[in-house]
């Protein structure tokens, strides 16, 4: 099976909505979580991580929950503006295998 | 700040080619991946190296060979080139596993 799965794959949003996307992983030594948004053209960057002493962070319009119980975590975008239009995509590693596990994206669309 | 730099930028080969594509960072770190991206989809690792000299596979090495020459640099060989194989890699690099990933901007390749 996959080691991280992501999902929506595709997710249309209305301005000023909110967006969310859900991972879950399966390695349960997993202990960081990054984001990274890729938009057209361009290399992936990340936005916002969180490591397994966290439940919940936040930066800006940026909140990402982590449940290390039920191995998921999520991306929530609050008052999505059409410049969060991108791919976002996911990812879980482990310190023991410098190893990092990918989803395999969402592609959000904002609606003007 | 530092800066991961790839090349060439774009890469147009032959069936049956032998293609070398390069990555240099001056970030000082330890680790570099080099992962391969298909049009829409997500990062599927190839392989990745925790320090000079060192090699590991990832999920997609066969086809593959890389090489650590020194910390700054990671290099991946296209063995023998697909027909119409068309694929962007990406080439990162973090301070040690499971910290954050820095991406270079990508080798666009193309296959005829």
């Known amino acids: 099976g996959e080691q991280v799965e992501q999902l929506p794959s595709i997710l249309r949003v209305q301005e000023g909505s909110s967006a969310s996307i859900n991972c879950s992983y399966e390695d349960s030594a997993s202990n960081y979580f990054p984001w990274y948004k890729q938009e057209p053209g361009e290399n992936p960057k990340l936005i916002i991580d969180?490591?397994?002493?966290?439940e919940r962070k936040q930066i800006q319009e940026l909140i990402v929950l982590l449940d290390k119980k039920a191995k998921r975590f999520s991306l929530h975008i609050t008052d999505t503006q059409p410049g969060d239009s991108a791919m976002y995509f996911c990812?879980?590693?482990?310190?023991?295998?410098?190893?990092?596990?990918f989803g395999k994206g969402t592609s959000l669309t904002v609606i003007p | 700040g530092g800066i991961i730099t790839q090349t060439p930028k774009f890469l147009i080969g032959q069936e049956g080619q032998k293609l070398t594509l390069k990555c240099q960072q001056n970030?000082?770190?330890?680790?570099m991946y080099w992962y391969r991206q298909d049009s829409g989809k997500g990062l599927r690792l190839i392989y990745y190296s925790i320090t000079e000299n060192d090699l590991q596979k990832g999920d997609l090495s066969e086809g593959y060979d890389a090489s650590r020459e020194k910390k700054s640099s990671f290099s991946l060989t296209v063995t023998s080139a697909q027909k119409n194989e068309m694929a962007v890699f990406l080439c990162?690099?973090?301070?040690?596993?499971?910290?954050?990933?820095?991406f270079g901007p990508g080798t666009r390749l193309l296959v005829l």
């Open positions: 990812a879980a590693s482990d310190t023991g295998y410098q190893n990092f596990y």
């Open positions: 969180i490591r397994s002493n966290m």
């Open positions: 970030f000082n770190h330890d680790t």
């Open positions: 990162a690099s973090s301070l040690q596993g499971a910290d954050t990933q820095y």
